[in-house]
């Protein structure tokens, strides 16, 4: 079946340093890719989306690009800040059908 | 965006009782709402589709006896965990797609963390 694999976390990092957060998929066709982000005692919100090949993502500063060759969906960033920690979730679908999630990814960000 | 409010966001029960769970959606119509689980440090996965009017489906391995859901309006869906035990301890999450707009966006509820002791 489909999935989504995430890196695994915790993820710490200084301000202003550059995030990547790498998120392959296996699934037969071609889905659409998310970034979803979960703040504390929030629920997912969408963080940017992709639905065709070579689409590119972006939304407060973060990009991911669909990448079908590598069948990935990396998340990044060139400067974070202390208000991005946070829970990332990639994940995918096909049409408008259920999201498949990957593991999650625990940013933390320290002044 | 729209706005999925899930209450509550908290709970712990003793074990055997039931737990009710309600995912409204604020400010649009929802006949679709999706319940996921999410165990410590793994994926959301999905536990069934509630659909507004008629039965739920639930994904394999989901007891549809013990997760019961009722999805009687197009603006709410309830699940209740019947009989919970301890290994229901979970954090519970529900997702509502706005099909005036597409529907290609998913907006999620803030999440239960239920416990079970």
Redesign the interface.
């Known amino acids: 079946g489909d999935s989504?694999t995430q890196m695994e976390g915790p993820v710490t990092l200084s301000e202003e340093a550059f995030l990547t957060i790498n998120c392959t998929y296996t699934a037969t066709g071609y889905p659409s890719l998310f970034w979803?982000v979960q703040y504390p005692?929030?629920?997912?919100?969408?963080l940017l989306?992709a639905t065709k090949a070579d689409d590119k993502g972006s939304n407060k500063g973060f990009e991911a690009t669909y990448r079908k060759e590598t069948t990935s969906f990396h998340l990044e960033k060139g400067s974070v800040q202390v208000s991005d920690s946070a829970v990332y979730?990639c994940a995918l679908?096909f049409g408008?059908e259920?999201?498949?999630?990957?593991?999650?990814t625990r940013l933390t960000i320290i002044p | 965006g729209a706005v999925v409010s899930q209450h509550p966001s908290r709970v712990i029960c003793k074990s055997g009782t039931s737990v009710k769970i309600e995912c409204r959606s604020l400010d649009f119509q929802a006949t679709t709402m999706f319940w996921y689980r999410q165990f410590p440090k793994q994926s959301l996965m999905l536990m069934a589709t509630s659909n507004e009017g008629s039965k739920a489906t639930y994904e394999q391995g989901v007891e549809k006896d013990k997760f019961l859901i009722n999805h009687a309006s197009l603006t709410l869906s309830t699940l209740t965990v019947t009989s919970a035990h301890p290994e229901d301890s979970s954090f519970y999450i529900c997702s509502a797609r706005d099909w005036a707009t597409g529907g290609t966006e998913a907006f999620f509820g803030q999440g239960t963390r239920l416990t079970v002791v």
């Open positions: 989504v979803y005692g929030e629920g997912l919100q969408l989306k979730f679908t408008n259920k999201l498949t999630f990957g593991t999650g």
